[in-house]
């Protein structure tokens, strides 16, 4: 049997901790998922001012309280707690920073829960998390196989090791993830001085004048991937990252990498969230489930009337412009509609302006707890992610572990694996949208809908959702071959 690698995995949010979006499922996923093919991972991320340490059992470390973490001119004080991430089968360790000034004082990640205000000193406080990972690893004497970097608020680490503790981390390989191109952590060209990197690891960093921490991520990561292969091929073949990123990757391919779900976490026969249980074998008691959700949104209470929801960032990139366009039309085709976000942005106004025009038809939800988005996602017939582009999602298949259908565009890695369901619904477990406009979510609604009305078509659909492979073990043999091949090297 092949020696376990020793991972440390870094990112911005993870469940159980925090949960902005979808990513947070991933990462959870992730973590425990590689765990439970024996590898040593250990998962680390701030600890934002809303986080319970009590109910999430964070605890000091003795050997990681005080650390002064030098930004710019000044220095800050972090003390790194420990915690856990569970399932009923495997456990693995999660290092949190915790900070006064930086991240306890902010209720939020980028922006402020409340009112979605973007944070003025995000560069400063994600440079600061970036050297409490390296300082972690320092005073714990622990240099990891492979370090894997996740998100743009994790990208300073690879230039870090590379520069600044090579001979420490030498052993060590570094795994740089993009989520979401769009996102790349640009803020003015004066917060580069604030990394104490030097000048010539900072030429790295400046991309169209400003400071950009993808960049700095790409240039000194061993290898660069996304959480998808269709993400990976649609950047590859972007003109601007053919000529502008290509040349970081050192001539190796951009890696995209599908993600699973956690089983244990999205289970409608075991979850807690949801009455009665319903499985594959008898789904008899969705529409129960409905029912309990069409009673918490007030809407009309009909088990037999299809719910058609929206579970996510209410922001133009994910298709929510169109959705909210189209709802009028979908409640007119006699669905009923659920909007359901966290952080509120431009567009909460348009969607609360749907719930007046269509009482009972159309309910909103923000934000949305755990408990709820696990009775939302079990109780919807149809899940609409009507994305211009994204990396990965993980709603679309915990969707289908639920028999709710997802009605989705074939952009980025949401779509792999799902085939669109056939005209009289014998094929096919999703319906698949060109585009994210109003008209084509209409039409894939009403196509839905007319498969619905059928209740013979309609089950078969379901059952083959529920029996579509969507769980962590085909992602678990990838990354395992992945982590791997990186460090065949150095061993």
Request: net charge positive; with cysteine.
């Amino acid at each position: 049997m092949a020696k376990p690698l020793s991972i440390l995995f870094v990112t911005s949010e993870i469940y159980p901790f925090i949960k902005t979006s979808e990513f947070a499922d991933l990462c959870y996923a992730h973590s425990l998922g590689v765990r439970e093919i024996g590898h040593d991972i250990r998962a680390m991320m701030p600890k934002y001012g809303f986080i319970s340490e009590r109910k999430n059992r964070i605890h000091e470390i003795n050997r990681l309280r005080d650390i002064p973490i030098p930004v710019g001119e000044d220095a800050h004080l972090a003390t790194v707690k420990s915690s856990s991430i569970n399932n009923p089968r495997v456990k693995v360790q999660a290092y949190i920073t915790t900070n006064s000034n930086y991240l306890d004082v902010n209720k939020g990640i980028e922006h402020d829960n409340a009112t979605g205000t973007l944070f003025g000193d995000n560069d400063e406080r994600f440079i600061f998390y970036n050297r409490t990972v390296l300082e972690t690893c320092l005073l714990l004497g622990w240099f990891p196989d492979i370090i894997h970097c996740v998100g743009w608020q994790t990208a300073l680490i690879p230039a870090y090791i590379r520069t600044r503790y090579e001979q420490e981390f030498k052993k060590t390989k570094v795994v740089f993830s993009i989520t979401d191109f769009d996102e790349q952590g640009v803020f003015p060209l004066k917060s580069l001085k604030k990394t104490g990197l030097t000048d010539d690891v900072l030429e790295k960093g400046k991309y169209k004048n400003k400071m950009n921490f993808t960049r700095l991520g790409m240039a000194y990561a061993d290898r660069v991937s996304t959480l998808s292969p269709g993400y990976a091929a649609e950047l590859s073949a972007l003109k601007e990252f053919k000529e502008n990123w290509s040349p970081l990757l050192n001539k190796k391919p951009l890696v995209g990498i599908n993600h699973g779900i956690d089983l244990l976490q999205w289970n409608p026969k075991s979850d807690a969230a949801i009455r009665p249980k319903f499985s594959v074998d008898d789904p008899s008691g969705k529409s129960s489930v409905r029912e309990a959700l069409q009673k918490a949104c007030g809407l009309e209470v009909n088990g037999a009337k299809a719910v058609v929801s929206f579970l996510g960032p209410l922001r133009e990139d994910r298709g929510a412009d169109a959705f909210i366009a189209a709802a009028s039309d979908i409640a007119k085709l006699g669905a009923q509609v659920l909007i359901g976000f966290d952080l509120p942005t431009p567009l909460k106004k348009a969607a609360e302006a749907l719930v007046k025009k269509h009482p009972r038809q159309v309910a909103l939800r923000t934000p949305m707890d755990e408990e709820f988005l696990h009775l939302a996602v079990a109780g919807s017939t149809m899940l609409v992610k009507p994305s211009r582009h994204e990396n990965s999602g993980q709603f679309q298949r915990i969707a289908l572990a639920y028999g709710t259908i997802p009605v989705l565009t074939s952009v980025g890695g949401i779509a792999e694996g799902l085939t669109d369901v056939s005209a009289d619904g014998s094929k096919g477990m999703a319906f698949l949208m060109k585009k994210a406009d109003a008209a084509e979510i209409t039409r894939a609604i009403k196509r839905a809908l007319t498969l619905h009305a059928s209740d013979t078509a309609w089950d078969a659909l379901v059952q083959r959702a529920m029996q579509t492979p969507v769980g962590w073990s085909a992602s678990a043999k990838l990354y395992d071959e992945f982590y791997r091949s990186l460090v065949k090297d150095v061993k």
